[in-house]
């Protein structure tokens, strides 16, 4: 089971850098995906928006047509937990396709 | 045809009277829609997606669980035109289905 401990310092780290080019801004996991147009953006927010719910963990995000904006942090935990890091690979998954 | 043409003063004063529970925010035609949970939420942007690419004009907007805050404005006319009165309308047709 997934745990919802706070990452921070060695085990953020290694849990970033094992994702493709996030980083870590105002305490969440942040990423700018860009797409060639508006349908390639909500194409992708639709695929992680089924994701989102199936994990019942869901993210920050903003579209300005081709662009979605992802942050990514656990609520309840008060901090980025390996939920958002699961999360942030389906993205990422979700992405290259 | 919809105009390009940016409203302003007594134009966007109506524009904006016309609509419900819109205000003029940095510019951009502001509304924040809050559902029952994330379904409701990105059912109404799947929705206003299929909309806003039938109309080839685009939101801003940020999705944060159930909560979805948008912002419209016409890039290049610089403002805000009936483009974005009309987007808007129509996101208050699908909010309120």
Not at 65 to 77: F, G, I, K, Q
Request: charge should be negative; aromatic fraction near 10%; glycine fraction near 8%.
């Amino acid at each position: 089971m997934t745990s919802r401990q706070v990452l921070s310092g060695e085990a953020l780290d290694a849990a970033v850098a094992s994702l493709d080019a996030w980083t870590v801004r105002e305490g969440k996991l942040h990423k700018e995906f860009t797409f060639d147009d508006f349908v390639g953006a909500f194409g992708f927010m639709a695929s992680g928006a089924l994701c989102a719910e199936r994990r019942n963990h869901h993210p920050e995000w903003l579209n300005v047509y081709n662009r979605v904006r992802v942050d990514l942090s656990t609520h309840d935990a008060g901090g980025i937990t390996m939920f958002d890091v699961e999360l942030a690979r389906d993205f990422d998954a979700i992405a290259g396709e």
